[in-house]
């Protein structure tokens, strides 16, 4: 099992590096995205990729959308985790839009990290979608996220007193309107019909983000 660890933060770097390591994986680490790219480019052979969101040179998001455009030596599909802390809410609309396929929430801790690290290994060799469909997304420059415009609820508070909440939730349920986070961010745009893999992720996200109630046609 070969993973890539992408975190401009030595002390996360080092303790997933370590904690992989006595797993048996065989850890590649760096500490920007530039790297982590120059490392694809030379070494095309990671079963699972993790990136964190803030990186100099070139963030996470920047190196997620290249490999699922299929801009690099690695299979467009392969089974890719994120990094995240409660101050990058804001982006992980762009995640799910990229089919990121794990949120770690920092501070990430050994067992979260088994939990992530099995579902991300039941990931390899699937097929993803389109490569026209991830280059859509706006991710911005590489060493700049662009944030998603935010939406009325950014400045017009809602109150929401009914509606599902996340565990009440289920494959298959549609949005009637977007789901969005208590600040008004949106997650998951109106329309989307709820999948297992958008529930787990949204699940991983529980610590950091406070979501309102879903409504559901």
Avoid at 5 to 15: C, H, I, L, N, Q
Avoid at 125 to 140: I, K, L, M, S
Wanted: hydrophobic letters at 40%; proline letters at 7%; charged letters at 20%.
């Amino acid at each position: 099992m070969r993973i890539l660890v992408a975190d401009d933060e030595p002390f996360t770097r080092s303790v997933v590096e370590t904690t992989l390591r006595k797993m048996g994986a065989a850890v590649t680490a760096c500490g920007d995205g530039r790297q982590a790219l120059d490392i694809i480019a030379t070494t095309p052979h990671f079963d699972i990729v993790l990136l964190d969101f803030m990186m100099p040179w070139a963030h996470g998001l920047y190196v997620l959308k290249q490999i699922r455009m299929g801009a690099t030596q690695l299979p467009a599909g392969v089974p890719v985790g994120i990094f995240t802390s409660s101050s990058e809410e804001t982006t992980v609309s762009l995640s799910i839009a990229l089919d990121c396929d794990a949120f770690l929430v920092k501070p990430v801790d050994r067992v979260s990290l088994m939990e992530r690290l099995k579902r991300l290994l039941s990931r390899r060799g699937r097929t993803p979608q389109p490569a026209d469909r991830y280059e859509r997304v706006d991710v911005g420059p590489p060493n700049e996220i662009t944030v998603p415009n935010p939406s009325a609820l950014d400045v017009i508070p809602r109150l929401v007193e009914s509606g599902y909440q996340l565990a009440e939730l289920r494959p298959g349920m549609v949005l009637r309107e977007a789901l969005t986070t208590v600040q008004g961010q949106e997650v998951v745009p109106s329309g989307v019909t709820l999948t297992e893999d958008l529930l787990t992720l949204l699940g991983d996200l529980g610590r950091v983000v406070h979501l309102h109630p879903a409504q559901i046609v």
